[in-house]
């Protein structure tokens, strides 16, 4: 079978997952107690007030109704709108959207270059002290609450040292680059605003370390453990044994094996990482879908909710897919099928 | 009939000794491993915490909701260790007091999670066909969203409150366990004993409570391990933002909350909470480390 | 290996050199914000933030300068004896941002837009006038026919922002362009949008030739609003030189302002009134002396020691700097016994029963309250079940009687200076539904008192009448009266021309501002 059909495939099979999904946040939808229009309407509305909002949400039909309304407006594009800001869920996401993706995205590769060389260094010094030190480190990390973490490091780089700025994703003053993308970084280069690209790595730096620490332990145990399986194959032992450094072994054949399993979980960690940064987001005032979330979850506003977990729900299979694509091209003997 | 009853009895002991047999194999492994060991040491310590809460806490009336303006935003001193929050109350005392409801927090969610997960696995596993698919497709569904996100928008629709945080977690917590059991069931399904059991005549119940499942109690321990402590850290960070127990209760990550608008000039208020969710879930990291090991020697040469 | 490490070491010491800020040229002031703008559109926002963006945007007929009301778009008005009929005559020289001519008609149109629309300002037209009321007499005359008397209708108008029509009707929709004007403004006023990023920054620009001119020596060039939700983050920005304004610093940060030469603690007493609401229509509340045994068992002196801001306990149901305050009034102060006494008279002597106290979540001062009445109310086994909620709920249960929370945390601000700004909305029970009446207050007598002092001229003869109406309310302990709470903002010296209203008191004129070295 070839990539193609394969990959149209895999897209097919989302299809009822997330029509599983969509059940499943609009049951949650209605779990809200109370009376959202009542809300939406203000304090002050009139009974045909908010009848007449309860017929513009189309809260007065029967549920099942209601699920084929929502759906419809899914792949329509009409994702509903906000009871609270009244602001169309969809284009707020696409607003909020790139600082989330791009936060997240900075956190998964600092915690590959970090997990990465600690799991091959754990590895090459099995049970020895280095793999106790780099073992013990990631538990220490990822045991920590990431927002406490974030606080301690806000007031530690950004207050005390001033090394790096507290919050935001540009200075107040630095007009954002040109939406292409909506990620500072990308964007700034494609303009070849080199300074504009500096300031904003400065501003991600921070968030995204403390985000990456969650994702450390798990990377650095599978590299540890890939390698270790690797390490004992035969065509391994044997070319220890014909005289090829070892340096060589292990970056030329070893952990270009360990890598495959270490993708899936790199993989698994960009969807938590993505989770996470909702907690991060709001010590740093982020502009991402973080704050965007808490708001709507306090305020029960189950438009964004059920927006924010469908989006996840999308973005986290097609980061699967593409997880299965790497593996295709890192290890050409994986047939799709 | 009698003799068929003394073999299975027999047969029975044989399976019992040999898991005993492991176990004991295990404890001894368990214990060579100092890390687990420095683990399980310090549970043991918050356990002692938590029981003996009311007598190591100075102040226990201030987890209930004593207050004490006149010594409000005091730094840790002799009579206030930790020293004080907004409204004066001892963060101590208050640290000592949520280590319980921690603790529960974690066990609830944990015992929770793991029934809905283990019943639904084992019964994909064993019934196969379209049982299996359904089930399946429904713990998909849950995985394609990250847990918190999901944590979060069920809380949230439940209501605030730190009971409804529990369920809400719970009801993402499941389908790792569900997963897990299920490749469990899956191959040892295969295995000659099961089907032994299932020649004499043997319910489906039965052979999948008496005769699959206690085969499949090791990797089910270890992910609960591993998984209590991400479970509390979970529970903080729906307390942090504002979804979990609500005021006056002493719970560690709503402590944080309270603590970041005075923070970093009265540092302690967010800092000893904070260190209180570490301790423990480092403790729950250590252990479910050293279990991996043990139980799954595989994982780790 | 060693050169890919040389190479991730560069990268990371690139990092740190700190990259040259590029400072504004232009008289740009930063201000840091507590709140989000979300909405600009003068028929459904208002609150401090919004109203400092609408002020900015737009022009009313009256603005509020220190603690006067003055005319704005207006040039002079007339009124007829039972202050029913108003007649503004409107400077001829005001224009929108595209020339066009801010006239009667314009200003009927959005007085009638804000009446159909009925949202959040609409409230003090709501009872006075209805769709017949503006009228374009000629082309700078507007007249308001009111359907009843209403002596304080000027006070009212500052908060009447005039939109362009023509723009208005080119983006209509089928909401009547709210979901245009909620982004983008429609307006004569001293500035027009520019960057304008949702959650993060809002900038604004100076009209260079505005038609009203400037007040200051010299004007700023722009501002951003820039939300910064965290006090600690307002005090570093605004200490690091980022800001130059912060709205929400802690009172317990006063120190680090006042010690520096650089910048102004401005603290003001002001008109912020604090005060719990209990339901009196509620099954627990609606007992007279379970809620005096409420407001004797709060304790008020540690409330004064416990907020992070300064305070002052309100005597009664007037603050004592504002008008109409009766001095003299038998109010609650702490006092468990009398508390006790009061239980005694209630069906639950022993107490046993369980509260509902709501407030705003994640907001200490509101929070602080409930736990020191947690700890009064305890001794008197009574339970107080602390439920934070986000403001729109707040309001949205203080919609009808049967939603109305035991006991709620209300901040008020009268809008304008008259005892009827203050007395009306929270005691008059035609008001019932406005998180204002969230004690569900009624009594026929109060109600006629305010309804009468309303409609006449008479100043003695209105006190008289106020006086009487709070006897009664102070009387029946609809609500636990709190306190007052001063306002402060800092500023860094180099900014000028603030000055402070207690109509606004958490910000700034920005139009009457203007930098000096910055």
Redesign the interface.
């Known amino acids: 079978m070839n990539l193609r059909f394969y990959l149209l495939r895999r897209i097919a099979l989302i299809v009822p997952t997330l029509i599983g999904l969509s059940i499943l946040t609009f049951s949650i939808a209605r779990l809200v107690p109370g009376d959202p229009v009542g809300l939406a309407a203000g304090p002050q509305a009139t009974e045909e007030i908010k009848e007449a909002l309860r017929r513009e949400f189309g809260l007065d039909q029967p549920l099942p109704a209601q699920y084929i309304n929502y759906m419809a407006g899914l792949f329509r594009g009409d994702w509903g709108q906000s009871l609270y800001t009244r602001r169309d869920v969809l284009p707020d996401l696409r607003t909020f959207w790139p600082a989330t993706l791009e936060l997240t995205t900075i956190a998964v590769i600092i915690a590959t270059l970090l997990g990465v060389p600690a799991g091959v260094i754990s590895a090459m010094y099995r049970n020895r002290l280095p793999d106790h030190v780099a073992r013990i480190l990631s538990l220490f990390f990822v045991s920590f609450p990431a927002f406490w973490l974030a606080m301690i490091f806000q007031t530690w780089f950004g207050r005390d040292l001033g090394m790096f700025p507290i919050n935001k994703r540009l200075p107040v003053l630095v007009a954002p680059p040109p939406t292409t993308t909506g990620l500072f970084l990308v964007d700034s280069l494609i303009q070849l605003d080199f300074e504009t690209f500096m300031v904003s790595l400065r501003h991600i730096f921070i968030p995204s370390l403390v985000l990456s620490f969650s994702a450390f332990a798990s990377i650095t145990r599978i590299t540890r453990a890939s390698m270790v399986e690797a390490l004992e194959k035969d065509f391994v032992r044997m070319e220890r044994a014909i005289g090829i450094p070892y340096r060589i072994i292990i970056f030329k054949y070893v952990l270009r094996n360990a890598f495959i399993a270490t993708i899936t979980v790199i993989s698994l960690n960009f969807g938590w990482l993505m989770a996470g940064a909702i907690l991060i987001e709001t010590i740093f005032d982020w502009p991402g879908l973080g704050l965007y979330a808490v708001h709507a979850s306090l305020s029960l506003d189950f438009q964004p909710i059920m927006g924010i977990a469908f989006l996840y729900g999308v973005v986290f299979s097609l980061i699967n897919i593409l997880t299965d694509m790497v593996y295709g091209i890192l290890d050409p003997r994986i047939r799709y099928g | 009939m009698a003799e068929s009853d003394k073999r299975k009895t027999a047969k029975r002991n044989e399976a019992r000794s040999a898991r005993w047999e492991n176990f004991a194999r295990g404890l001894y492994r368990f214990r060579s491993n100092r890390l687990s060991m420095i683990g399980l040491l310090m549970l043991i310590f918050i356990l002692l915490v938590a029981i003996f809460a009311p007598i190591i806490a100075p102040y226990p009336e201030d987890a209930a909701g004593k207050t004490r303006v006149m010594a409000r935003l005091q730094p840790p001193s002799e009579d206030f260790v930790f020293g004080t929050d907004k409204i004066g109350r001892d963060i101590f005392s208050r640290v000592v007091m949520g280590t319980g409801l921690a603790l529960q927090v974690g066990t609830v969610i944990i015992l929770l999670a793991t029934s809905i997960g283990v019943t639904i696995g084992a019964v994909s596993g064993y019934a196969g066909g379209w049982v299996d698919d359904i089930l399946m497709r429904i713990t998909d569904i849950f995985l394609t969203v990250p847990a918190l996100v999901l944590a979060i928008a069920i809380s949230a629709a439940l209501g605030k409150g730190i009971i409804n945080a529990m369920i809400g977690i719970s009801l993402v917590w499941w389908p790792g366990f569900a997963r897990l059991t299920r490749s469990l069931v899956l191959s040892l399904r295969e295995e000659p004993f099961v089907e032994a059991a299932y020649g004499i005549g043997a319910g489906h119940m039965r052979i999948i409570f008496r005769h699959i499942l206690p085969n499949a109690v090791s990797p089910i321990i270890i992910k609960m391990t591993t998984d209590f402590g991400f479970a509390v850290l979970t529970a903080a960070a729906l307390g942090f933002i504002g979804l979990g127990a609500q005021p006056p209760t002493p719970e560690w990550g709503a402590m944080i909350n309270d603590g970041r608008r005075y923070f970093p000039d009265e540092w302690w208020i967010a800092t000893f909470p904070g260190l209180a969710i570490w301790l423990m879930v480092f403790s729950w990291n250590l252990i479910g480390d050293g279990l991996r090991d043990v139980l799954d020697p595989r994982a780790r040469r | ?1 060693s050169k890919r490490m040389l190479v ?1 070491g560069l990268l990371l010491g ?4 700190p ?1 040259v ?4 040229q232009d008289d ?1 002031l ?1 201000y840091g914000g507590n709140q989000d703008i ?2 600009i559109d003068p028929a459904t926002g208002e609150n401090y933030s919004i109203n400092a963006a609408l002020r900015s945007l737009y022009d009313a007929l009256y603005i509020y300068r220190g603690s006067d009301t003055i005319p704005h778009l207006v040039d002079s008005y007339e009124v007829n004896d039972d202050a029913t009929v108003w007649t503004f005559h409107l400077k001829d020289n005001a224009v929108f941002h595209d020339g066009s001519s801010v006239n009667a008609d314009a200003v009927v149109y959005s007085f009638n837009r804000i009446l159909a629309i ?3 300002p ?2 003090r037209w ?1 009872t006075i006038a209805d769709e017949n009321t503006a009228a374009a007499v000629d082309e700078f005359t507007v007249q308001f026919t009111l359907t009843q008397p209403y002596a304080p209708f000027i006070g009212t108008l500052p908060q009447l922002f005039v939109v362009n029509p023509a723009i208005v009707e080119a983006n209509l929709g089928d909401d009547m362009g ?2 245009y004007l ?1 982004e983008n403004a429609a307006g004569s006023g001293p500035f027009t949008q520019g ?1 304008w ?5 809002y900038e604004f620009i100076a009209v260079d030739d505005y038609w009203a001119g400037w007040t200051g020596d010299d004007h700023l060039d722009g501002f ?1 609003w ?8 307002q005090l ?2 605004l200490l690091a030189g ?2 130059h304004i912060a709205d929400t610093v ?1 009172a ?2 006063k120190e680090k302002i006042v010690g520096s030469e650089d910048y102004v603690w401005e603290e003001h007493g002001g008109f912020f009134t604090n005060t719990l609401k209990m339901n009196n229509t509620g099954e627990y509340t609606s007992d007279i002396n379970l809620r005096k045994a409420v407001a004797h068992a709060m304790n008020y002196e ?2 004064v ?2 907020q ?1 801001v300064k305070i002052t306990i309100l005597p009664g149901p007037t603050p004592a700097n504002f008008v109409g305050y009766v001095d003299g009034l038998d109010y609650p102060k702490y006092d468990l016994d009398k508390a006790r006494e009061y239980l005694a008279m209630t069906p639950w002597p022993d107490g046993g029963i369980t509260l509902d106290y709501v407030y705003v ?2 907001f ?1 001062r509101e ?2 309250p ?3 009445l ?2 009064g109310l ?1 001794q008197l086994n009574i339970e107080l079940n ?3 909620m ?1 403001w ?2 707040m ?2 249960s ?2 009808s009687q049967e ?1 109305g929370p035991d006991i709620i945390n209300i901040y008020t601000l009268p809008p304008f200076l008259d005892p009827d700004a203050h007395l009306y909305n929270q005691y008059h029970s035609g008001q019932w ?3 204002n009446s969230c004690s569900f207050y009624q009594n026929d007598r109060v109600n006629e008192l305010l309804d009468t002092a309303r409609v006449i001229g008479d100043a003695a003869e209105r006190a008289a009448l106020y006086t009487e109406a709070q006897e009664i309310i102070a009387a029946e302990q609809p609500s636990v009266w709190m306190y007052t709470e001063d306002s402060s903002i800092s500023i860094n010296n180099c900014v000028k021309g603030f000055v402070y209203s207690p109509m606004y008191p958490i910000t700034v004129l920005f139009q009457d501002l203007w930098m000096e070295g910055c």
């Open positions: 290996m991730i690139l990092l740190l050199i990259s800020t590029s400072l504004a740009i930063l979300e909405n009925s949202g959040p609409s409230w709501a709210q979901s909620k960057r990023e949702i959650g993060n920054l951003v820039v939300i910064q939700r965290d006090a600690s983050t570093n920005s980022e800001t802690a317990s940060d540690a409330m020691e416990a992070d979540t994640d200490p929070e602080i409930g736990l020191i947690l700890e305890a602390m439920i934070p986000l729109p709920d309001t949205a203080c919609g939603t539904g406005s998180f």
